[in-house]
C-alpha cells in the first residue's frame, strides 16, 4: 500500500482562483516528484525534490510552483488557475538509493472552468 | 533525449487469453526498464523493473517482461489474464542508474479483461 496522499482527490475551480494541491508522504523519503497527466497522454514530470528546501523543474514547463519546506510534504500551488491547467496531477516519492522504488499517490484531477 | 512507445492504446481480452503489451524506447545507451500498473481507482504501483542481468524479469501476480537490447523492446506477457488484471498499464525508461527525475513514461495501454 502506498503511504503517499493526495488531496484533493478531485477540484473544479473558477479562472483566475489560486489553488495549492497537498502531498504527503509518511515513508520519510528524500526526493519527492510531481507529473501531469492528460487523458491518453504520457506522465510528465513537472517538478521535483531532492530533500527540504530543493526544488526543480521537470521535463515539462509549468506555471505552478512548489516547496520543500518539510521532508513529509511537497505542495504544489497555482497561482491563478487556467482552463489549461485542467489535468491530473500525480505525487510520487522515492528513497536515496537509485534503485528504490517510485511510490504514487492517487492523484488530483483538477478541473478548471 | 529518450521517449517509449506502447503501441496499443486499448486491448480487451477474455479471461484465460494470453497478454503481450509492447515497449519499445528510443534511447542510445544503457537503461533501466519499468512496468507500472494503475487498477481502476487505485494508484499507480510498480509491476516490475530491468536493471541488470537476465533480461527475462518476473514480476508481481503472474507477469513478465522480457528486455531485448536489439530491439530497444521491453514486452509485457502474462500467460492467462484474469478479470482483475483490467487495468492501464505503463511502460517507463530512465538512462541507467539515473534517478526518476530522467524517467520517461508511454502512453499507457488500457486492457479491459472480459470474464
Known amino acids: 500500500e502506498a503511504d503517499i496522499y493526495q488531496t484533493p482527490r478531485y477540484l473544479v475551480i473558477g479562472t483566475g482562483k489560486k489553488i495549492t494541491l497537498e502531498c504527503s508522504q509518511t515513508?520519510?523519503?528524500?526526493?519527492m516528484y510531481w507529473y501531469q497527466q492528460d487523458p491518453g497522454m504520457e506522465l510528465h514530470l513537472i517538478h521535483y525534490?531532492?530533500?527540504?528546501?530543493?526544488?526543480e523543474k521537470g521535463d515539462l514547463s509549468s506555471e505552478s510552483t512548489v516547496s520543500r519546506i518539510r521532508t513529509e510534504h511537497f505542495p504544489l500551488t497555482l497561482e491563478s488557475a487556467r482552463p489549461s491547467h485542467t489535468s491530473q496531477y500525480l505525487c510520487?516519492?522515492?528513497?536515496?538509493?537509485?534503485?528504490?522504488?517510485?511510490?504514487f499517490g492517487n492523484g488530483t484531477r483538477l478541473t478548471v472552468t | 533525449a529518450q521517449s517509449v512507445s506502447q503501441h496499443n492504446h486499448h486491448v480487451i481480452l477474455s479471461e484465460a487469453a494470453s497478454l503481450e503489451l509492447g515497449c519499445n524506447y528510443s534511447?542510445?545507451?544503457?537503461?533501466?526498464l519499468f512496468w507500472y500498473v494503475q487498477y481502476p481507482g487505485q494508484h499507480l504501483q510498480l509491476l516490475l523493473k530491468?536493471?541488470?542481468?537476465?533480461?527475462l524479469v518476473k514480476g508481481i501476480k503472474g507477469f513478465e517482461a522480457e528486455f531485448i537490447k536489439s530491439k530497444f523492446s521491453f514486452n509485457l506477457r502474462k500467460p492467462s489474464v484474469q478479470w482483475s488484471d483490467t487495468a492501464e498499464y505503463f511502460c517507463?525508461?530512465?538512462?541507467?542508474?539515473?534517478?526518476?527525475?530522467?524517467?520517461?513514461f508511454g502512453t499507457g495501454t488500457r486492457l479491459l479483461v472480459s470474464p
Open positions: 515513508m520519510g523519503h528524500d526526493k
Open positions: 510520487a516519492s522515492s528513497g536515496v538509493s537509485y534503485n528504490s522504488p517510485l511510490h
Open positions: 530491468y536493471f541488470s542481468g537476465d533480461p
Open positions: 525534490s531532492y530533500g527540504v528546501n530543493s526544488t
Open positions: 534511447y542510445g545507451g544503457t537503461v533501466n
Open positions: 517507463a525508461v530512465t538512462p541507467l542508474n539515473t534517478g526518476f527525475q530522467k524517467l520517461v
